[in-house]
């Protein structure tokens, strides 16, 4: 095998466009605009929204469109930064992720026939773990122990996750 085709064959293949009838600009506004009036009236997230975007949130559904058509048709319409955004939310929990996937789910099935529903589940879930990933990850720091190893009195760093640390090691 050479090196090009052992590339080629790590290499993951590309989403595709959903082409599925009933999928299409139209439809998307629909979901981005069913889901977000449900986020809105949404006890714990609904206030967080409401502090976001203050007056008219048709430039928000808009720009969600556009977000959502990249995603599932591949448009290329959206040129947002999704990350920047989200990490300006000081109080968006992690649980709060769990809530948005389930009014996503449950709307995406309400409008869609199963198959579609599914993807857009699917992409909605890696997007999210790639948002709480990026607002909610933070590596503990290294943390150098002294010891002796193999008789030689070196050092080495050793690293001890957060669930491993005691208050009195933060």
């Known amino acids: 095998m050479t090196l090009k085709s052992a590339l080629d064959r790590a290499r993951p293949i590309a989403e595709q466009p959903l082409n ?8 998307v506004g629909k979901l981005v605009r069913e889901f977000y009036a449900k986020v809105r009236s949404d006890e714990r997230l609904g ?11 048709e430039p928000h559904l808009e720009k969600m469109t556009d977000f959502w058509c990249s995603v599932i048709l591949k448009s290329g319409d959206y040129h947002g930064r999704p990350v920047p955004a989200h990490l300006k939310l000081k109080d968006v929990t992690e649980a709060d992720f769990e809530i948005w996937q389930g009014l996503f789910g ?6 869609f026939a199963p198959e579609p529903a599914a993807v857009f589940v699917d992409r909605a879930e890696r997007i999210a773990t790639s ?3 990026a607002m909610f990850f933070r590596p503990a720091p290294a943390v150098t122990v002294c010891g002796e190893q193999a008789g030689l009195g070196e050092t080495r760093p050793v690293l001890i996750s957060r669930k491993e640390r005691t208050p009195r090691d933060s």
């Open 20 to 27: 599925h009838t009933g999928v299409d600009r139209k439809s």
């Open 47 to 57: 206030p967080i929204f409401a502090r976001e975007i203050t007056g008219d949130w």
């Open 106 to 111: 449950q709307t995406a099935a309400e409008l």
């Open 131 to 133: 948002l709480k990933l």
